[in-house]
């Protein structure tokens, strides 16, 4: 199973990516933890990106995506994954479908987890208040304030996104502002469908094997088909000649039986001439 979560922040995305690592047995892939482990291990784009990130620069697309191509190789990624804070552009979706195309793989699934922004940001003030009450410090990234432009953030750059997998059929709205319970079993619910669906098309999928025989019958028969004529044209043409030689052999039987016929007539009439005057002085004999 090969997903990507899509929402804003405090859509609750984070929980549910763990609630499908768990249902799953897949893996689920940070861009920032996968950069900081590629730069670890000093791999040649964690190398690459190890220079970049200590100039301050943003990490190209092309590393980002040259990681996550190590990163989905590993023995670990092999029943799928699950892609958090990437992509987050339509050039990064781009390239990511260019990547896993190349690496014959395809995306299960986007879900979307749509969200009331005014909702967050009540939230995110309500959990702000209730920290300070108990006297400790509230997040810097835990703030109205810091909220607002992550959410501006996301329309601009991510928000786009949901009509690119739209576009594609990829794309699954999940209502983000149920219950967590909630959303775990629609999410569970919408993939489950998708499993049983890849099951019967593959199940459809015609058998290499029975093409192939079903193939070579084909051929055959065509095979035959077109000898068929050529067979029949032999034929005829050695019935042909068979008949034309009866024929011939009948003239020739024929000839010969005209030229015997006057004498044959002859010899038969002086026959009868001869014997009826026999049989006439033997009656006559028989009497006296």
Same mark, same amino acid.
């Given at each position: 199973m090969r997903l990507i979560l899509l929402g804003p922040p405090g859509s609750g995305k984070g929980t549910q990516a763990q609630r499908l690592v768990q249902r799953y047995g897949i893996v689920q892939l940070s861009t920032g933890e996968m950069l900081?482990? *590629?730069v670890a291990a000093q791999t040649p784009v964690g190398l690459k990106a190890k220079d970049i990130? *200590?100039?301050g620069s943003l990490v190209?697309?092309?590393?980002v995506v040259g990681i996550i191509s190590d990163r989905i190789d590993q023995p670990d990624a092999a029943k799928g994954f699950i892609l958090d804070g990437f992509p987050r552009t339509v050039p990064q979706a781009e390239a990511l479908d260019a990547l896993l195309k190349h690496k014959h793989l395809q995306l299960d699934a986007v879900v979307e987890l749509r969200v009331n922004e005014s909702a967050l940001l009540q939230r995110v003030e309500t959990r702000a208040a209730e920290t300070r009450a108990r006297g400790e410090e509230v997040r810097v990234d835990d703030t109205?304030?810091?909220l607002t432009k992550r959410l501006a953030a996301y329309r601009s750059q991510t928000e786009p996104l949901i009509h690119y997998y739209s576009e594609r059929r990829k794309l699954l709205t999940v209502d983000?502002?149920?219950?967590i319970e909630e959303v775990t079993?629609?999410?569970?619910?919408?993939?489950?469908a998708i499993g049983a669906a890849d099951s019967k098309a593959a199940a459809k999928r015609p058998n290499p094997a029975k093409r192939s025989v079903k193939t070579t019958a084909t051929e055959t028969a065509a095979t035959k088909a077109a000898r068929a004529p050529a067979g029949a044209a032999k034929k005829a043409a050695r019935g042909g000649a068979k008949s034309a030689a009866k024929?011939?052999?009948?003239? &020739?039987k024929a000839g010969k039986a005209a030229k015997r016929g006057p004498l044959r007539t002859k010899k038969a009439a002086? &026959?009868?001439?001869?014997?009826?005057? *026999? &049989? &006439?002085?033997?009656?006559?004999r028989a009497k006296g």
């Open positions: 900081r482990a *590629a990130m *200590a100039s190209p697309d092309e590393v109205p304030e810091v983000g502002m149920m219950t079993r629609e999410i569970d619910r919408i993939l489950t024929r011939g052999a009948v003239a &020739k002086a &026959k009868t001439a001869v014997r009826k005057p *026999a &049989k &006439k002085v033997t009656k006559k």
